[in-house]
T-cell receptor, first 115, second 115 residues
Framework: GAGVSQSPRYKVAKRGQDVALRCDPI?????LFWYQQALGQGPEFLTY????????KSGLPSDRFFAERPEGSVSTLKIQRTQQEDSAVYLC?????????????FGSGTRLTVV | AQSVTQPDIHITVSEGASLELRCNYS??????LFWYVQSPGQGLQLLLK??????LVQGIKGFEAEFKRSQSSFNLRKPSVHWSDAAEYFC?????????????FGQGTILTVHP
């Protein structure tokens, strides 16, 4: 597609519910990132994929967070047993190569509200 | 570890006035530096980036930024602000070398433009 597509745009979850957030990167983009942006803050790195390989998951805040990209294109970020502190905008970004040269293309994000 | 500081949380300027948004970074090697803009409910759009070479970088929408290694700064400037520039601006630093370029963002500066 022309850009990075994320769905849903908005998600309201009850505390304890599991959620799944989807990211469709730009076709052919090798690198895919997930970032978490809390209200009033800059985005914070969660995890990185190169094709289907998850090369860095150091930013995932707890073992309730899990990300996958099984075929090297679409990625899903799953949060189990959601907590109020998980409320944030989750941004996905993709890049053609594995290096920083391009400056990534970001999606519009999924705003998660846990009530 | 790399870090970014944006000292100004909120800046207000009049339309047509000049603008400078400050960014200071901390990184042990040559940094990759970026400025992104985020409108409400939107993802991040890349304004400009610096990797090497000329320390004055031109970007989209009439923005420019100057890399000053001695001051660890990468300030964003625009000579004449338009009302459509009202948004939140994020400075980011990416690891260079063989890294895949995970980005570390500042907290952002909200720009308000008065008519």
């Amino acid at each position: 597609g022309a850009g990075v597509s994320q769905s849903p745009r908005y998600k309201v979850a009850k505390r304890g519910q599991d959620v799944a957030l989807r990211c469709d990167p730009i076709s052919g983009h090798v690198s895919l990132f997930w970032y978490q942006q809390a209200l009033g803050q800059g985005p914070e790195f969660l995890t990185y994929f190169q094709n289907e390989a998850q090369l860095d998951k150091s930013g995932l805040p707890s073992d309730r967070f899990f990300a996958e990209r099984p075929e090297g294109s679409v990625s899903t970020l799953k949060i189990q047993r959601t907590q109020q502190e998980d409320s944030a905008v989750y941004l996905c970004a993709s890049s053609l190569t594995g290096g920083p040269n391009y400056g990534y293309t970001f999606g519009s994000g999924t705003r998660l509200t846990v009530v | 570890a790399q870090s970014v500081t944006q000292p100004d949380i909120h800046i207000t300027v009049s339309e047509g006035a000049s603008l400078e948004l400050r960014c200071n970074y901390s990184y042990g090697a040559t940094p990759y530096l970026f400025w992104y803009v985020q409108s409400p409910g939107q993802g991040l759009q890349l304004l400009l980036k610096y990797f090497s070479g000329d320390t004055l970088v031109q970007g989209i929408k009439g923005f420019e930024a100057e890399f000053k290694r001695s001051q660890s700064s990468f300030n964003l400037r625009k000579p004449s602000v338009h009302w459509s520039d009202a948004a939140e601006y994020f400075c980011a630093v990416g690891a260079g070398g063989t890294s895949y370029g995970k980005l570390t963002f500042g907290q952002g500066t909200i720009l308000t433009v008065h008519p």
